[in-house]
């Protein structure tokens, strides 16, 4: 899975509407959209950013053994 599906992944798994994502990085919904769907690429400070407003940990992004459901529900220490 590449970042930006990883990104969207949890945040729908979440909930969030991409709007307050794009409030914090200071752009317009539009312009996030295009990140989200990899058109666009994500900055580190983007990322960090989008990290904090899903209430991940960013290193979350790189594990090769990503799945939304697990690493929501098991804490990384209990694995």
Request: hydrophobic fraction near 40%.
């Amino acid at each position: 899975m590449l970042l930006h599906e990883k990104i969207k992944a949890i945040r729908n798994f979440k909930g969030i509407k991409q709007k307050p994502i794009a409030d914090a990085l200071n752009m317009t919904v539009q312009s996030y959209s295009y990140k989200e769907r990899g058109k666009r690429s994500i900055t580190t400070n983007e990322l960090e950013l989008i990290a904090k407003q899903l209430e991940v940990p960013i290193s979350i992004f790189f594990e090769d053994n990503f799945n939304v459901k697990f690493n929501e529900i098991v804490p990384k220490q209990a694995i």
